[in-house]
């Protein structure tokens, strides 16, 4: 510890920016966020706008699995309900894209606490099993309700419009994406400072003893299904008014291996994690892309293997940090920041 770095309150012990260097840091990435978009390019501010929505869908399923200890293999199908719903919405009842937004999260959050009803009877791999089989059947129905979903054609998405402002490019979506991505980490990290968050906490711990504690298990585990099921359908939302279409090929399983390589590798139960991780699997595929057009020189058929080898290598990144780093790029960082702040002592 730090000398002088202690505290008198259980508030200060809680508090998200204990020290004020942490305050100066916050307010220069902030800076730094705010003048991004007017110097990088289209490519830079594209990867900017999937990334922060990539956290906004790996917070939701942090809180899910990190934090309550509910694994979940179908994240990917409510990321996925969140964009058909949002498409319905602005297609076919021409709603504004600012009411699309959190009607596309409850909708989510309607779907998640109808699959995680059954979870006060189900845990570990049997859990795991209902979600995967929540993903196969969503994958399902976005594919063959055509009436509904348009089937493989899936549904084209005018830009969002906003206070009669068109927001038609990567550099004007940037300004949607960042408020609600620190609107989303904000209320994120404040609530595990809650009755909420210290709960789920309890149950991933150790479920019986919150139970004998109190802790009503079947209401907070649909808190928990209930959260990261709306934070999947926000992200949903922004993602079809990014790309402006929706086909079911965007929801595969793959998609829920790599959200839930986001979390492993950023760190389970820590929403910094959940950045880390989602700017680390956001840059992984480019970085596999690059790779593959190098070889594609050599080799025409290169590119065919982009998707296996992406599952291949989120599924490797999984098992390395499970048995090496456990906690994943948030640990990382963390004992990082201890030896810059005892630099140049041992000790």
Excluded at 295 to 315: C, K, N, R
Aim: hydrophobic residues 55%.
């Amino acid at each position: 510890m730090r000398i002088g770095d202690y505290k008198v309150s259980y508030g200060a012990d809680e508090a998200v920016f204990r020290t004020g260097t942490v305050r100066v840091w916050m307010i220069v990435l902030f800076l730094a966020m705010a003048v991004f978009p007017f110097w990088a390019g289209d490519y830079l501010l594209y990867m900017a706008n999937l990334t922060g929505i990539a956290i906004v869908a790996a917070v939701g399923l942090n809180i899910l699995t990190g934090a309550a200890g509910q694994i979940s293999l179908g994240h990917a199908a409510f990321v996925g309900i969140g964009a058909y719903t949002s498409a319905i919405l602005i297609t076919k009842l021409g709603l504004p894209f600012i009411i699309c937004l959190p009607l596309s999260g409850l909708s989510a959050a309607l779907f998640g606490v109808i699959v995680g009803a059954p979870s006060m009877r189900m845990k570990g791999l049997y859990l795991c099993i209902a979600t995967l089989a929540a993903q196969v059947i969503f994958e399902y129905l976005f594919k063959n309700w055509e009436s509904l979903t348009g089937g493989i054609r899936g549904i084209n998405v005018p830009a969002p419009t906003i206070f009669g402002f068109e927001f038609n490019n990567e550099f004007r979506f940037y300004f949607i994406t960042v408020p609600v991505v620190i609107i989303v980490v904000t209320a994120a990290r404040n609530l595990f400072r809650t009755r909420v968050g210290r709960a789920f906490i309890a149950i991933r711990d150790r479920d019986f003893s919150a139970q004998l504690m109190g802790i009503n298990l079947f209401r907070y585990k649909l808190y928990a299904f209930a959260l990261s099921s709306f934070l999947a359908g926000v992200a949903g939302c922004l993602w079809v008014n990014f790309i402006k279409i929706v086909t079911p090929e965007h929801f595969p399983l793959h998609e829920s291996i790599r959200y839930l390589a986001m979390i492993i590798v950023g760190g389970l139960g820590s929403v910094l994690g959940s950045i880390f991780g989602a700017i680390f699997m956001t840059i992984i595929p480019e970085v596999l892309k690059s790779m593959l057009n190098i070889v594609s020189a050599f080799s025409p058929d290169a590119m065919a293997y982009l998707s296996p080898l992406q599952t291949v290598v989120f599924g490797l990144l999984i098992v390395v940090f499970l048995v090496f780093e456990p906690h994943g790029l948030a640990e990382m960082w963390r004992r990082v920041k201890d030896y810059f702040r005892l630099w140049p002592f041992e000790h």
